[in-house]
């Protein structure tokens, strides 16, 4: 059984949470936490929680032990963007482009693969 957990609108690049999501992709949820403890990028605190959330929703609605769940997909979708004006010498105005990213992690029993 397949069960994810989603975060929306978090203030960080897609390009930059991609990279960590990408690492935790066929791994135990356990080992998956393990490696995002470690990681220095920041988008990992995010994508860390995501993950602890799979693995309660799956304990809690679907009577899944978390030792058997595997994260099967995990993903940094683009968001909204924040479009503020920074102004500049002479009276112009530049763009300031601030990101969010909605981020999935799907975790399954290990089991059933």
């Keep these: 059984m397949r069960v994810s957990a989603t975060a929306k609108y978090i203030r960080r690049s897609t390009r930059k949470t991609r ?3 990408q690492v935790i992709v066929g791994r135990s949820v356990g080992d998956a936490a393990a490696i995002l403890r470690f990681m220095p990028q920041g988008a ?3 994508v860390a929680k ?6 309660a929703n799956a304990e809690n609605n679907h009577d899944l032990s978390p030792e058997d769940l595997v994260v099967v997909r995990a993903t940094a979708d683009e968001g909204p963007t ?16 601030k990101p969010m990213t909605h ?8 089991e059933v693969r």
């Design 44 to 46: 990992a605190r995010d």
């Design 103 to 110: 981020v999935t992690v799907v975790v399954e029993d290990r």
């Design 82 to 97: 924040l479009k503020r004006w920074r102004p500049r010498a002479q009276g112009r105005a530049f763009p300031i482009h």
């Design 50 to 55: 995501v993950l602890k959330s799979a693995a």
């Design 19 to 21: 990279l960590v999501t």
